[in-house]
């Protein structure tokens, strides 16, 4: 149906549309008005001035103090730039000459040293503390959290940054703000930077420090002409990289919160002569000095970084669960029930944190500790365990089938959950009246350290309740242990430690005990030690879940 409109209706109705767009842009307009109100506060009604920042800063007689530091580290070309920047810069009330001084004496002696220009104290502490890329004006309104140029955070108000006076705002210059301050801005170190600082924890940041390189970053660079098809950066940035702080914990990283437990020098000197024995390769090992110095010193730290992320409060009062702890998933997968990297009532006597030194850094805390709290045997020095069905690490079948078989634990089963993984390695002799030899690579294993080496046997139930025994003889086996010795040679002990296995069940030999090795493959891709079983009963049938090494000084219920 159609529908007609008069000239007086379409009238009408145009009237109406006039009036409601009127107060519509009426109240558009006021909110604009209001809004340019206080964004003309951003710049207290002062209009841009010609020149640069650097300009405004070397005219000003009270800032005679802060221009010197400043051009003698080369800032005076930065701030001349085409960058934008805001500019914080204290007086010559909050900066003496004789602070001055001391500042450019101990730039120029890190700069002879060789150290960077962004690694320099004077620049990252004081300079880049004092100065921000970008504009960031100040209204009424200004309650923002900006981040220095040293990636700092600092609380910018109305009238304060970080909590210092702002004596005069806002001045708009070519290639950004200029503030000045009543006060010089305190410098806040994060967790990695106070370990450098501190003349206690200095043997812990040189380690650390060493895996650290600068990246370009062609995206936080300033680019200028092109020379030969090269571009020529005005402004070059690099970025710190280090893998070992990437692998255990962003403690350089302003944007994340840490905690980390830190033994002093004298303590850290003490662990690495009691860890380094652990770490002994055989001589034919590549990179073998390397690995002992990096992973003595890792086995150390290992459990030390702690990101509150994971632990928030309530629950970092129970447990503290450091980065390299795996998840419960994780120790099913390795076999593990034990949860390595993961301390209980940490606040508690006794507990990690106890007795430690609080030190608040700007991205979280280090405790300092002269007597380390933390056992190796709930870091590093773990039960290693091998599956029978984990034919990789298979490294001898003699007079036995091949392929092994694999058979399932299932559902119902009364021994489901029971075998690790619910299953295990079937080896068959090959003929009846064969005596078979099954051998693993065991890797992760350390020097030095005594282990009790265990072999669980699983009953032919296990695969299928209605299995039977393929002969009645009782199950005796024997072991050995072959190793590389000092030069890389693998030995070849004789089989001996003669041991009964129940077959009606479930049944965990004792293999060996106080087994100390010579060598160590902790971290390598190929182990340097073996374990291989014989069975001494012909034509008997060895059902394997799994063979663990755990260190003898474990109590039992480990």
Request: proline letters at 4%.
């Amino acid at each position: 149906m159609t529908t007609k409109i008069n000239k007086r209706q379409w009238m009408n109705g145009m009237r109406r549309q006039i009036v409601q767009s009127f107060i519509f842009t009426f109240a558009f307009t006021a909110a604009l008005i209001s809004c340019s109100d206080d964004w003309n506060d951003h710049y207290d009604a002062s209009t841009q001035s010609n020149g640069t920042v650097w300009q405004a800063i070397a005219s000003q007689s009270d800032l005679s103090n802060f221009a010197r530091v400043a051009k003698a580290a080369g800032y005076d070309q930065l701030l001349s730039g085409s960058q934008t920047f805001t500019v914080f810069a204290p007086t010559d009330a909050a900066l003496t000459s004789a602070q001055a001084d001391d500042l450019v004496s101990d730039y120029q002696r890190q700069q002879a040293a060789g150290v960077r220009s962004d690694d320099n104290t004077v620049v990252r502490q004081f300079l880049q503390n004092h100065i921000a890329l970008y504009r960031h004006p100040v209204s009424s309104l200004t309650n923002d959290s900006i981040s220095m140029m040293n990636d700092k955070y600092a609380l910018l108000t109305s009238s304060t940054l970080a909590g210092r006076p702002l004596l005069t705002t806002n001045a708009l210059y070519n290639n950004g703000l200029l503030f000045t301050l009543g006060s010089q801005l305190e410098y806040f170190p994060n967790v990695f930077e106070y370990l450098g600082h501190d003349s206690d924890l200095d043997s812990v940041y040189q380690f650390l420090n060493s895996y650290s390189v600068y990246e370009f970053n062609d995206a936080k660079s300033v680019p200028g002409e092109i020379v030969d098809g090269q571009t020529v950066y005005l402004d070059s940035v690099s970025d710190l990289r280090n893998s070992v702080l990437q692998s255990y914990g962003l403690i350089n990283s302003e944007d994340s919160t840490y905690w980390m437990l830190c033994p002093t020098n004298e303590e850290w000197n003490r662990l690495v002569g009691e860890y380094e024995p652990y770490f002994n390769y055989p001589l034919n090992t590549s990179k073998r000095d390397s690995l002992i110095h990096a992973n003595t010193r890792l086995a150390i730290l290992g459990g030390a970084f702690f990101s509150r992320t994971v632990n928030p409060d309530v629950a970092f009062q129970d447990s503290a669960v450091s980065t390299l702890a795996p998840s419960a998933l994780a120790r099913t997968v390795l076999g593990s029930d034990y949860p390595y990297y993961t301390y209980y009532k940490p606040f508690d006597q006794g507990g990690i944190f106890s007795g430690t030194t609080d030190v608040v850094c700007s991205n979280g805390h280090v405790r300092k500790s002269s007597a380390w709290p933390i056992s190796k045997y709930e870091t590093f020095a773990q039960t290693v365990r091998t599956e029978g069905e984990r034919i990789m690490q298979q490294d001898t079948l003699i007079n036995a089938v091949d392929p092994s078989t694999t058979r399932e634990v299932l559902q119902g089963n009364p021994y489901y959950n029971k075998v690790s993984g619910n299953s295990y390695i079937e080896v068959a002799p090959e003929t009846p009246t064969a005596r078979v030899i099954v051998g693993y690579q065991i890797p992760g294993l350390l020097a030095k350290m005594k282990y009790d080496i265990y072999a669980v046997f699983v009953p032919a139930t296990a695969g299928d309740t209605l299995a039977v025994e393929e002969t009645t003889k009782p199950l005796r086996v024997t072991c050995r242990i072959r190793q590389a010795d000092q030069n890389g040679v693998m030995t070849s002990p004789p089989f001996r430690n003669a041991k009964s296995v129940d077959t009606s069940t479930l049944d965990a030999v004792l293999m060996m005990s106080g087994v100390e090795l010579t060598t160590c493959s902790y971290g390598l891709s190929d182990a340097t030690t073996k374990f291989e079983i014989q069975s001494n009963t012909d034509g008997a049938t060895l059902r394997l879940d799994c063979i663990y090494f755990k260190p003898s000084e474990l109590s039992d219920n480990r």
